[in-house]
């Protein structure tokens, strides 16, 4: 198997039709118009980019269909299969076969899927007839505990304890966290926070966030979280900051916080730090402190359709993924086992 071209940033550049035909490099330094699509002409080609721009809002979900893409069409130019029309369903179980040895069933999947919605977009493109996608089925995989690292209530409280909180960094790293725990939130929902993203209604103060989809997700804030934003509020002086963002990248290691936002990658080395100044071994991310907050009210006897509502999820399934509170297994009933 070819190896595939460089993972694509998920960033968007439409050029003209009448010279699609000649891109087969990258597009404003982001998106490659495979060989194969940019032969079959400029209306294959510029078809191609119209799915990425049309059909496709969540930028990481961009950005992992076009690394699917790209290896898909890298794959098929490593084994002369020609022009676009000559792909067969054949082909493509091939592919997602060979695949299948490099990667996990859910990748796999997630580029099957991938594939499959693209070729829907060129056949009603009308660049091919048929999705050769279509007829291949992916590998089973059945998930029904989730594999994120989840704290217990005395390492989750250990961790908060520990950070400085008479730094404002401390202080604000201290927020970020307590929202990801006690709001149950996507770390991508909490550094695109707004200051004005936590508000009065009525005597309790509010966590607003904005998630996958455009949803917009309203959470009443836990009394520990309200605690630690309005520390970190207060200490930073953005009480009034409005559409500013609340969690603010830091200068070096000054503690000086700037005018612009965190990102994921900021949040995680963070975590990392924090994790590793505890002396803690267990491997955590941001993802942990949303499931552990899931897992710790599940444990307090919360109901599944609540921590549904709280986390936002589509299903009930999904939610049940972070539930752990059938993972311990008791020496008790270990003995039971009598031989």
Request: glycine letters at 8%; proline letters at 4%.
């Amino acid at each position: 198997m070819s190896q595939p071209d460089p993972e694509p940033s998920g960033q968007l550049t439409i050029v003209p039709a009448a010279k699609a035909s000649k891109i087969s490099t990258t597009i404003a330094a982001s998106i490659v118009v495979p060989a194969i699509i940019a032969d079959a002409g400029d209306a294959a080609a510029r078809r191609y980019l119209e799915f990425f721009a049309a059909t496709i809002r969540n930028k990481n979900t961009r950005t992992a269909y076009l690394h699917a893409a790209s290896r898909f069409f890298a794959w098929c130019d490593h084994h002369q299969l020609g022009g676009i029309d000559d792909i067969e369903p054949l082909h493509v179980a091939a592919y997602i076969e060979a695949l299948g040895k490099d990667f996990e069933k859910p990748t796999v999947k997630q580029h099957l899927a991938a594939i499959r919605m693209l070729f829907d977009w060129l056949v009603t493109g009308q660049v091919v007839a048929t999705n050769p996608a279509h007829a291949v089925r992916g590998p089973k995989h059945v998930v029904k505990t989730g594999k994120t690292t989840v704290l217990d209530a005395e390492q989750a409280r250990r961790l908060l304890d520990s950070i400085d909180a008479t730094t404002l960094v401390g202080l604000r790293d201290r927020a970020l966290i307590s929202v990801m725990t006690f709001a149950f939130a996507r770390i991508g929902a909490v550094v695109a926070m707004r200051v004005e993203d936590y508000y009065p209604k009525g005597k309790r103060w509010w966590v607003r966030l904005h998630e996958k989809g455009g949803k917009r997700h309203e959470m009443p804030a836990h009394h520990n979280l309200e605690a630690y934003l309005d520390a970190y509020v207060e200490a930073a002086g953005i009480r009034d900051g409005g559409k500013a963002p609340l969690f603010r990248s830091a200068v070096g290691r000054t503690g000086t916080l700037t005018e612009k936002p965190m990102n994921r990658v900021d949040a995680w080395r963070m975590i990392q730090r924090r994790a590793g100044g505890l002396g803690m071994r267990v491997n955590i991310g941001c993802h942990t402190f949303r499931a552990t907050g899931i897992t710790a009210y599940l444990e307090a006897g919360g109901t599944l359709e609540n921590a549904q509502a709280m986390a936002a999820h589509e299903s009930p399934r999904t939610t049940k993924l972070y539930d752990r509170t059938g993972d311990e297994i008791t020496l008790d009933e270990v003995e039971r086992i009598v031989i």
